[in-house]
């Protein structure tokens, strides 16, 4: 193998969590709900957080089996709730003090966090008070909790995410804004967006401010787009769909530039954001240092005519597989299933090639070092005499890991990998019965028992190896 196509040798493997799908304790030592705990705890399946893996409890012993599988770094969340739960600039000392506590764990054995600052658990009393991201007041309230967390902990956290993928819940979920039903959705997000951006920005210059050690960028998530042929139309669809899901966030988060044409696509169906001009000042007045990718899957695309019927789509909720319907926006795209690759029970695309595809996509384009937050397989599993042999995510991650190093290879300045997920968790769709760990979770025993699948041994292995011998 050629020097340059390896990982470095400070690459960052590790693992990730958000907070509101692990920790649990939702209502513990003065922590406030999120509105990320009221959509999990309907009646609609979503998932059950009040205890979840209970995290909270069990880092120690968590943080413990990070270690023993040798990872460099563990990526999580902190929870807004837990650390300003009521009034503007008010410290939750409790709170406060798990961080603490998790840190110095991680620091005792030597793993570098990396902390997503939003990952969807906005306290109800923001909600409630300004009726959410719409309000730019909901971007001052964030920057009074981000003045924290960087107070308290920015002396200890080399990397910050500001928000997660800010793109998904644009794309899919209300539930991660406490919007429900499609309409109060598509009509206000474009305003949502507008204060993601302008709450990144802010956050980027105050820890540039603050903290001159440490770094921080956004995190996406990324769907690449193939043309389901050389048809030139069907390009021109790949285009519309990549700039819609992809490149006109990064283009805004980035570079502070509004895409005119995605723009003006949106404004179809959403209100439009007041956007000043000392926004867009900000905007691109705010380096990022990095950039964090999600990616599980991609998407194909064809053109459709302007005379077809629109179809919404309609994601596969019940993990059977081939269920999923795929959406028709007359003039601009439609989505369809890619004959070449297999897919999960999810009916998300298996693809590799997608990840080096994304990787050389936007590296190449902005010129920044990228980390990888989230990648992995949702399984439905039980533990069989004991054990999980969960060889279908093994070779999920073998795969993607190699196209890594592909990309590694291609010139990509690369920091790290993180498996979504360390422990199994709350899936963000689907609740409890969707598991990406590399740990299994119990969630029918109180205690939450825990238990390695072969993946966790595999990956460990691949770590000694510095991901160099697959
Ligand atoms: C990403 C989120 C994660 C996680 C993951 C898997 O979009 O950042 O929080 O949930 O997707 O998604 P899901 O749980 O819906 O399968």
Known sequence: MREKDRFSENFLWGASISAYQAEGAILEDGKTLSIADLSTRDESGMCQN????????HYREDIRLLAEMGAKAFRFSLAWPRIMPGQEGVRNREGIAFYHRMLDELKRY???PVATLFHYDLPVSVQEAYGGWKDRRTVDAFMSYVRICFEEFGERIPYFLTINEPDILFMYGGHGLDLHGREPWRRERLKINHNFALAHARAVNLCHELLPGA???????????YAKS?????????????????????????????????????????????????DLELLSSAPSDFIALNYYKSDVAKWCETSEEPQEMQGNAGGRKGTCVYPKVPGFYELCANSYL??????????????????????????????????GVACLEQPEEGSIPDEERIAYLRDH????????????????????????????????SKRYGLVYVDYGSKERKRIPKKSYAWYGNVIKCNGNEL
């Not at 770094?215 to 787009?225: D, N, Q, R, T």
């Not at 422990?423 to 769709?429: E, F, Q």
């Open 215 to 225: 770094k921080i960028g956004p995190a996406f998530g990324y769907v690449p787009v």
């Open 50 to 57: 009040a205890v979840s893996s209970d995290f909270y409890h």
């Open 401 to 432: 890991i190699r196209a890594c190093r592909e990309a590694v290879g291609d010139g990509v300045e690369l920091l790290g990998y993180c498996v979504w997920s360390f422990l199994d968790l709350m899936s963000t769709g689907h609740g409890a």
């Open 342 to 375: 297999e897919r999960t029970n999810w009916d998300w695309e298996i693809d590799p090639a997608g990840i080096r595809v994304m990787l050389r996509e936007v590296y190449h384009r902005y010129h920044l070092p990228v980390l990888i937050t989230e990648n």
């Open 110 to 112: 030597g793993i570098t």
């Open 230 to 278: 050389c048809r030139p139309l069907d390009r021109i669809a790949a285009m519309n769909i990549s700039e819609q899901q992809n490149q006109f966030f990064q283009e805004l988060f980035l570079n502070g530039r509004y895409m005119s044409h995605v723009l003006d696509f949106y404004a179809q169906e959403s209100e439009m954001p007041e956007i000043e001009e000392s």
